[in-house]
């Protein structure tokens, strides 16, 4: 038997994609990339117990804005272990 892997790794990161990230053997965490703001930034919301978050849990990362999403990436990249992009929908229900 084979296991063939067909996510797209070549597949660009852009806005709305849902990241997870974690240290080896640690807990994963879950952010949305979203942007660009006012300003021309790109930012990470945080899922916390509370939904989403731009300025609260920030797992010791901190990401202040910046001007591409590959940028973005690279930030939250050399913080933790593992960045992957992860096959979700964010469903916003009132």
């Known amino acids: 038997m084979e296991v063939i892997d067909k996510r797209k790794k070549e597949k660009k990161w852009e806005v709305g994609d849902v990241m997870d990230y974690h240290n080896n053997g640690g807990k ?11 300003g ?17 849990f920030v797992h010791t990362v901190a990401i202040r ?3 591409s999403v590959n940028e973005l990436i690279r930030k939250i990249s050399s913080d933790w272990d593992c ?10 229900e009132d």
């Open 40 to 56: 021309d930034e790109y930012y990470i919301a945080f899922f916390d117990k509370n939904g989403l978050s731009t300025d609260g």
């Open 83 to 92: 960045v992957e992009r992860v096959n979700a929908h964010l469903v916003v």
């Open 28 to 38: 994963s965490n879950y952010g949305l990339i979203v942007g660009p703001t006012y």
């Open 65 to 67: 804005g910046t001007s």
